[in-house]
């Protein structure tokens, strides 16, 4: 059984910083991307950031570029999203994704992961 298990979320004031964590197991992890989409009341979801396992390459939305960094542990089969100089904007669901290997025209689309986790609740007070 797959399982995307995210964590880590909660309340910071704007400027503050979180770190996300999805731990991913019941499938080959270094073999797959991970990413993170979030969604905010009425808004559309959107691809935050994303990692391709096995070679690293990493895809981020120019909302978060520089401040946003997401890596892997694969020996914890878990990647992080550590997320710094936080702005209330940035309050939303955020959501765990897997999927096979994709490109940086890709990972963004909410078509592309195989598996969703539960989300994790992010909220930057002003």
């Known amino acids: 059984e797959v399982q995307l298990q995210a964590s880590g979320g909660g309340l910071v004031q704007a400027g503050g910083s979180l770190r996300l964590s999805c731990e991913a197991s019941?499938?080959?992890?270094?073999?797959?991307?991970i990413g993170w989409f979030r969604q905010a009341p009425g808004k559309e979801r959107e691809g935050v950031s994303c990692?391709?396992?096995?070679?690293?390459?990493?895809f981020y939305a120019d909302s978060v570029k520089g401040r946003f960094t997401i890596s892997s542990d694969n020996a914890k089969n878990t990647v992080y999203l550590q997320m710094n100089s936080l702005k209330p904007e940035d309050t939303a669901v955020y959501y765990c994704?897997?999927?096979?290997?994709?490109?940086?025209?890709?990972?963004?689309?909410?078509?592309?992961?195989?598996?969703w986790g539960q989300g994790t609740q992010v909220t930057v007070s002003s």
């Open positions: 994704t897997g999927g096979y290997p994709v490109t940086e025209d890709y990972y963004s689309d909410s078509e592309w992961p195989d598996y």
């Open positions: 019941g499938f080959s992890f270094d073999d797959y991307a």
């Open positions: 990692i391709n396992v096995r070679d690293g390459s990493t």
